[in-house]
């Protein structure tokens, strides 16, 4: 899939599951079952153990679905990633040097940034779009509204604090789509292999961002 792609589809779905699990088998079956219930896309972190052989082995075994890295804190392990087989990349804060690898690369990259100063780097060394973290800390999606004001055009991804009651409101502030990590990536059914419950939590959340853009008028 071409980069252009990739940014298409995480637009389009809106919701990147953040995967922080205890073990690859985890990560694996959480995968899977998001991607059951309508969400193509997903993040493993570079805190589960093995993350880059478990990239590895998502993007072998399921070629539907978007599989990026995340946690990623250099532009050294943004290489193994990408090497695996990563679609696209994340990072919780600004680092230059992974940003310009993934434009070297024709790689799609969401940035971590909190400060107006950290986003207009990210956007300046090429970011795609600029991850905000952690947001619910400095005001949710009061803060996104915010920043969208001096920066209308950049693809904002708030992460922290989202959850299927805040959707709505950080869809209406001008979220392009939204980071999710334990609200969708239940640990509990990842520890006792309910597929069932990871599948439904994802239907869900794609209904309320779809819910919330038709209150919009936006078509996706």
Do not use: W
Request: hydrophobic share 50%; aromatic share 4%; with cysteine.
């Amino acid at each position: 899939m071409k980069k252009e792609e990739i940014r298409q589809r995480i637009l389009d779905v809106g919701i990147v599951p953040v995967v922080r699990a205890n073990s690859p088998a985890e990560a694996a079956f959480a995968a899977l079952a998001v991607s059951l219930g309508g969400i193509p896309i997903v993040e493993i972190t570079m805190t589960v153990p093995g993350a880059i052989g478990v990239i590895a082995e998502l993007a072998r075994s399921m070629p539907d679905v978007v599989v990026g890295a995340g946690t990623v804190l250099n532009a050294e392990t943004a290489r193994r990633c990408l090497d695996a087989g990563a679609q696209f990349l994340v990072s919780p804060g600004l680092n230059v040097e992974t940003v310009r690898l993934a434009v070297r690369e024709n790689v799609v990259m969401a940035a971590g940034a909190l400060t107006p100063g950290e986003l207009m780097a990210a956007c300046d060394a090429g970011a795609d779009f600029v991850k905000i973290f952690p947001c619910a800390q400095v005001g949710g999606a009061a803060y996104i509204k915010a920043l969208k004001g001096p920066f209308p055009d950049v693809p904002l991804i708030p992460t922290g604090g989202v959850n299927l009651d805040t959707i709505p409101n950080f869809i209406a502030a001008g979220a392009a789509a939204v980071g999710v990590g334990g609200e969708l990536i239940d640990r509990n059914a990842m520890q006792s292999g309910d597929a069932a419950i990871l599948e439904n939590l994802a239907r869900r959340f794609v209904e309320a961002v779809r819910n919330a853009r038709l209150m919009l008028g936006q078509s996706k």
